[in-house]
């Protein structure tokens, strides 16, 4: 490596630690000279999102559009997750429910749909509404038989939070690029799952996405927002990054097919182990095509 390489690195290097890293914790004089970037800081930054390539349809030889499910429980998915109690950390760290909650209502997230092929836009009052559950209890219905009126300690709220988002669901594309000559994802949807809010209490409630968000849409949030990054706390990693680079564990249960595009579920019943195995044989085709590509 030749002088001016490892200039150029270690220039690289401090630059990316400035930039990600939590501004000017070292030298704040007050707790509130911490995240205040210098005016050097702020030029040096380059606070966009990396842009996607442009891809021309001519180019795509092969593709297949995949859904996958994203589950929290597993330990690898936790920086989706946590954290889920934010009265006790500081306003730089948010679950990815929370940050695609904030943008949707302060209206960075201008439009939300009703599925996964983004045809119906839902409004922030049509998630409200499944959200949030309002109940009277026992003596709030005695009273109300009684002809009074119902006290305020005897309504209970049940309202959807960080901590009750079980897994994502995201949609995606794989696509072979004849001009690169290699297989590429292109990460199009997400959706948080949450349970029923009807029956979030019961043991096993249904699970249903809240709403579908089109992930390019979301780049710039996603980009500012950071996950915790376990190795080293200094290096942050945005969520648009930690996703693009495929940086969670997902399971395929639905891929586009010839049945409506219906899910592993819909023809592999009752059987878990079976449509675990059904979702790694089609990840394995998949990854197939390229090898195949180059096998004479």
């Known amino acids: 490596m030749n002088l001016k390489s490892f200039v150029l690195t270690v220039a690289c290097v401090v630059i990316a630690n400035s930039a990600f890293a939590q501004a000017n914790i070292l030298n704040a004089k007050s707790p509130e000279e911490i995240g205040v970037k210098t005016d050097a800081q702020i030029l040096m930054d380059n606070d966009k999102p990396l842009e996607y390539g442009y891809v021309d349809d001519r180019d795509i030889l092969y593709a297949t559009m995949i ?129 029923d809010v009807n029956f979030i209490d019961e043991d096993e409630p249904d699970l249903v996405p809240l709403f579908w968000v089109f992930f390019p849409d979301a780049r710039d949030v996603l980009h500012h927002a950071k996950a915790f990054n376990g190795k080293n706390s200094a290096i942050p990693i945005s969520f648009d990054h930690l996703l693009n680079s495929r940086r969670f564990n997902g399971y395929i249960f639905r891929e586009k097919n010839v049945q409506g595009n219906r899910a592993i579920t819909e023809y592999i019943t009752d059987n878990a182990l079976m449509q675990l195995l059904e979702s790694d044989r089609i990840k394995e085709r998949i990854r197939d095509f390229e090898q195949d590509m180059w096998t004479y």
């Open 67 to 195: 859904w996958e499910k994203v589950v929290l429980d597993e330990r690898i998915n936790f920086p989706m997750y946590y954290p889920i109690d934010t009265n006790n950390i500081g306003k730089d760290r948010r679950s990815l429910f929370d940050v695609l909650m904030r943008s949707v209502k302060n209206g960075d997230i201008e439009n939300i749909y009703d599925d996964s092929y983004f045809t119906t836009k839902r409004t922030l009052k049509d998630i409200e509404a499944s959200m949030v559950l309002v109940d009277t209890t026992e003596l709030g219905i005695e009273q109300f038989n009684a002809g009074e009126t119902i006290s305020p300690e005897y309504i209970s709220k049940r309202e959807i939070s960080a901590a009750d988002v079980k897994e994502y669901h995201i949609k995606g594309m794989y696509y072979f690029d004849k001009r690169l000559g290699e297989l590429k994802y292109r990460l199009l949807g997400i959706a948080p799952v949450v349970p």
